[in-house]
């Protein structure tokens, strides 16, 4: 499984950026899909993640300004990311977990700054 991100950039707080990934090769059903952060200086944390039945998790940190969404024809997970703080500044990593087998994908940065 290969798993391309996309979608990160620089943005002024209080601004919005939308993230893919999509995933190509065997892909296994059901499956968790997720977007890990990584921040400098700290541990990957998990941001968002959903499963093939679309039941979502969230950090703490980012309920209500950020929604994780699929679409399973595409194989593709986004995070729309609402209300960007400096906080938020990180790698995105996209993460597949099915049947035992994690992949990860290369991350895409985001940078909150005005």
């Known amino acids: 499984v290969q798993l391309q991100a996309s979608g990160g950039g620089l943005v002024q707080p209080g601004g919005s950026l939308r993230l893919s990934c999509a995933a190509s090769?065997?892909?296994?059903?059901?499956?968790?899909m997720s977007w890990y952060r990584q921040a400098p200086g700290k541990q990957r944390e998990l941001a968002a993640a959903?499963?093939?039945?679309?039941?979502?998790q969230y950090a703490d940190s980012v309920k209500g300004r950020f929604t994780i969404s699929r679409d399973n024809e595409k194989n593709t997970v986004y995070l729309q990311m609402n209300s960007l703080k400096a906080e938020d500044t990180a790698v995105y990593y996209c993460?597949?977990?099915?049947?035992?087998?994690?992949?990860w994908g290369k991350g895409t940065q985001v940078t909150v700054s005005s």
């Open positions: 090769g065997i892909i296994f059903r059901p499956n968790l």
């Open positions: 959903i499963r093939s039945a679309d039941i979502t």
């Open positions: 993460r597949y977990w099915a049947n035992g087998a994690e992949y």
